[in-house]
């Protein structure tokens, strides 16, 4: 199913480089997250945000900036202070921040160190 | 903050039994413990949920019981079937987010 549009799919990172993820929802929700898996660690909140121009730091943000400008979009930077980037990076969004509605995820980005 | 704790990390069943999920959270103000099914290389997608003012909900062959008191809740799948086969993820949360556990691979052996 569509909804949620990450890209790219496979991202290299050179050492000292900044990258950028991006996440596209046409679902109309409001709230919009960044959770990083790695294997064996489940799924980690990196940033959420719940209305335009507002986020919040989730449970690993450092090394980490987000943007929103638009409901539909929220793009992930993933800065040259984090020192571990290796992992599997999750876009979701909820009609509400309101605890208690289903969260969409995209098919994800994976970003590896050359 | 919250803190989910999830159990089996493994869990492995022959084709037709049943299999429980169990999993634990710290925080008594959570109020929303979805269950999110991960095929390999594939997007988390909410298999069920259920919220604390209810006790047990099922679906198909699906069921989810929560137990505010003790603070666990356990995702119980019957009849298993091979495409069952995934890492399964519970979550608890409250206004704003949810946390999710570490996860529990499934294989349903045929």
């Known amino acids: 199913d569509g909804g949620i549009t990450q890209s790219p799919k496979y991202l290299f990172r050179k050492e000292g480089q900044n990258v950028t993820l991006s996440c596209e929802q046409n679902?109309?929700?409001?709230?919009m997250y960044w959770y990083r898996q790695d294997p064996g660690q489940g799924l980690r909140l990196i940033y959420y945000?719940?209305?335009?121009?507002?986020?919040q730091k989730g449970d690993i943000a450092e090394g980490y900036s987000v943007s929103r400008e638009k409901k539909e979009s929220f793009p992930l930077t993933v800065t040259s202070a984090q020192k571990n980037p290796t992992a599997f990076y999750l876009c979701a969004s909820s009609r509400t921040p309101e605890g208690g509605q289903p969260q969409h995820f995209g098919d994800g980005t994976r970003l590896s160190i050359l | 903050g919250e803190n989910v704790e999830q159990h089996p990390s493994t869990l492995s069943v022959q084709e037709g039994d049943s299999a429980v999920i169990k999993c634990t959270y710290s925080?008594?103000?959570?109020?929303?413990f979805p269950w999110y099914k991960q095929e390999l290389g594939k997007r988390p997608q909410l298999i069920i949920d259920?919220?604390?003012?209810?006790g047990e909900k099922k679906d198909q062959r699906i069921a989810v019981t929560l137990n505010k008191t003790a603070k666990h809740f356990s995702l119980h799948i019957t009849e298993t079937q091979p495409e069952d086969s995934a890492v399964y993820f519970c979550?608890?949360?409250?206004?704003?987010?949810?946390?999710f556990g570490t996860g529990t691979k499934l294989q349903v052996i045929p």
């Open positions: 925080d008594s103000a959570s109020n929303y």
């Open positions: 679902l109309n929700h409001d709230a």
């Open positions: 979550a608890a949360g409250s206004y704003q987010k949810v946390t």
């Open positions: 259920i919220r604390s003012n209810v």
């Open positions: 945000s719940q209305i335009v121009n507002d986020f």
